[in-house]
């Protein structure tokens, strides 16, 4: 049997349904780009997990009794106690998001030319490297790219591969490392606080910054403590401080786990550069007790980390997770296992083998969804992260899939097994579906405003 949900329902939202024949047309009217509809139009949305969580009655009236103040809100020093004692860092920017905190660090730390380690970058990530002439470099564990591997951490550096890209490059031109736990793109996969570990060590001895990307560090936490030895009796509050402790810095998007709608954070543990970060975000966000928010969402975010370690809560959490893959594996069909901390990736290149990338199955795959049960996934495929040559033909991304982000404390057990239901009648007819064109995409982080045509 499930664990019982840790909470109650004290507010609610309806929901409306739009008929089949309506969706084709909303779907079409978006040019076959999910981002690109009404979420009314919705009626079950995984775009995403980021800023999407349900707030607890707790942060709702913290954020009440918080005081509005351009400089020296009370909700700065209590978000300051919060990062000090779960995440371990004294200093830090308050900035509106997370692509908003690698703003700020690569503005500062990289040149033209530089490259930038990770286990995966994220898409805003990679952007943001992009965006300051730099170079994103992927150096994740070979398992990551095998959907059929089932190990336990996928996530994690390969570690062989980042000391020969350092000893290629030198260390002149890489400025920072980073890890990002839990590894989003590659389907969520955790991180082993071995690794953690042995990437600090790493960037130690060659005297490199070493960054995390922090935004799902506590769903990170919890996998350690299920599958690490010698974990299995820490909280995950404590895990959570280990993992910090090994870092230089991190960047944090408080959309995913810090239990709120809009949010982010920079730590970072250098004096120096955190005079830099602070001078620099004052232009970009806003002074550094609000960091373009309003006062009331720092309080919500501090309580928000303080749940979001709750092991009850992580327990529910991945339980929901864990039970749509298993829905889904049960009906065959192919997923990214194991399932990771926050989204289902459904693959598409085995659901939809007959489309070539250049199509778009997962694209494809992720309107046909919608158009079926409204139901709104996100591609994660060639539309996210292809490239194009240099004759603007289109060079395939590694991965192709649709992920489904489960937004947190939102949707029921029941609403899930619909969601499962729906992707099992498409893979029935998985046959009828074709392939997409792609009639427009701007060229950083494309697939945001993309469009596309069936083909006939
Ligand atoms: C969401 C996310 C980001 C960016 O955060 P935003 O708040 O969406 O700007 C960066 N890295 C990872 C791993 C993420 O999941």
């Not at 607890?56 to 009440?64: K, R, T």
């Not at 943001?128 to 564990?141: A, D, F, I, R, S």
């Not at 829905?327 to 459904?346: D, Q, T």
């Amino acid at each position: 049997m499930k664990r019982p949900e840790p909470f109650k329902i004290k507010m609610i939202k309806n929901l409306k349904r739009l008929s089949k024949d309506e969706r084709e047309k909303k779907i079409e009217e978006a040019g076959y780009n999910v981002f690109k509809l009404r979420s009314e139009d919705v009626f079950i949305d995984l775009l995403t997990d980021s800023g999407t969580s349900a707030m607890s009655d707790q942060q709702v009236s913290e954020m009440v009794k918080t005081e509005q103040a351009y400089a020296g809100s009370d909700s700065y020093y209590i978000l300051e106690e919060v990062v000090k004692d779960i995440l371990g860092f004294d200093r830090f920017v308050i900035v509106h998001q997370g692509r908003a905190a690698e703003n700020v660090l690569f503005s500062t730390l990289l040149k033209e030319g530089d490259y930038v380690p990770n286990n995966m970058h994220f898409d805003t990530t990679k952007a943001n490297v992009k965006h300051k002439g730099g170079e994103p470099v992927n150096l994740v564990v070979e398992e990551a790219y095998d959907m059929d591997s089932n190990t336990d951490f996928k996530g994690n550096m390969d570690i062989q591969k980042l000391e020969e890209f350092i000893q290629e490059k030198s260390i002149e031109k890489i400025p920072i490392i980073m890890l990002t736990i839990t590894n989003n793109t590659g389907g969520g996969q955790p991180v082993s606080m071995e690794n953690i570990k042995e990437v600090s060590e790493l960037a130690k001895s060659h005297g490199i910054p070493f960054f995390l990307d922090a935004c799902r560090f506590a769903e990170n936490a919890y996998f350690i403590k299920k599958r690490e030895n010698g974990y299995e009796d820490r909280s995950i509050k404590d895990i959570s401080k280990e993992m910090f402790s090994y870092a230089d810095g991190f960047t944090f998007s408080a959309k995913k786990e810090g239990l709120v709608n809009i949010g982010g954070l920079l730590g970072v543990r250098d004096e120096k550069l955190h005079e830099k970060f602070k001078n620099l975000s004052i232009i970009l966000e806003g002074f550094p007790t609000y960091g373009g928010l309003a006062c009331r969402e720092l309080s919500a975010v501090a309580q928000g980390i303080i749940e979001v370690v709750q092991e009850e809560y992580q327990t529910y959490r991945h339980q929901q997770v864990g039970y749509l893959a298993d829905l889904l594996l049960e009906g065959n069909i192919p997923i990214i296992e194991p399932a990771g901390g926050h989204a289902v990736f459904v693959d598409a290149k085995r659901f939809l083998p007959d489309i070539p990338q250049e199509n778009f199955p997962a694209q494809a795959l992720t309107t046909e969804l919608y158009k079926e049960s409204g139901i709104r996934g996100v591609e994660l495929g060639t539309s996210a992260f292809g490239e194009l040559d240099g004759e603007g033909n289109i060079i395939p991304a590694q991965m192709e899939n649709m992920r489904l982000a489960i937004p947190r404390r939102v949707y029921t057990f029941n609403q899930l097994e619909y969601v499962a239901h729906s992707i099992q009648k498409l893979y029935e007819k998985r046959d009828e579906i074709k392939g997409l064109e792609r009639t427009y995409a701007p060229k950083l982080l494309g697939h945001f405003m993309a469009e596309f045509k069936p083909l006939e």
